[in-house]
């Protein structure tokens, strides 16, 4: 089964940044919708942001006007670009890709799960 792969996690302290990256060697990620999700320990999967196709994003109140996603087509890599962090984003950070068309961030529209890469932000 085809897996995407998260990189870019580490420890960070408040108020600093992160960018995690997202690529797929067996998938052109330029013609999927690609999403951000996250979870953190005792919670469920929260979607975080998405980049479709056609270059459009949507976000989640929790990470607008901190978190910016983008995409690099000769890379085949999607990038979360993670500033202000705040110690409610520490969390293992997802990406998928998406399988069903939806509204929001559902994360049963999404697959190809990659493993993920662990964010802690410390106070």
């Known amino acids: 089964q085809q897996h995407l792969v998260e990189s870019g996690g580490g420890s960070v302290q408040s108020g600093g940044s992160l960018r995690l990256s997202c690529t797929g060697p067996?998938?052109?990620?330029?013609?999927?919708?690609i999403g951000w999700f996250r979870q953190a320990p005792g919670k469920e999967r929260e979607g975080i942001s998405e980049?479709?196709?056609?270059?459009?994003?949507q976000y989640a109140d929790s990470v607008k006007d901190r978190f910016t996603i983008s995409r690099d087509n000769g890379k085949n890599t999607v990038y979360l670009q993670m500033n202000d962090l705040k110690p409610e984003d520490t969390a293992v950070y997802r990406c998928?890709?998406?399988?069903?068309?939806?509204?929001?961030?559902?994360?049963?529209?999404?697959?190809?799960w990659g493993l993920g890469t662990p964010v802690t932000v410390v106070s």
């Open positions: 998928g890709l998406r399988h069903y068309r939806g509204i929001g961030l559902r994360p049963g529209d999404f697959g190809s």
């Open positions: 067996e998938f052109d990620l330029s013609r999927n919708g």
């Open positions: 980049i479709g196709s056609d270059g459009n994003t």
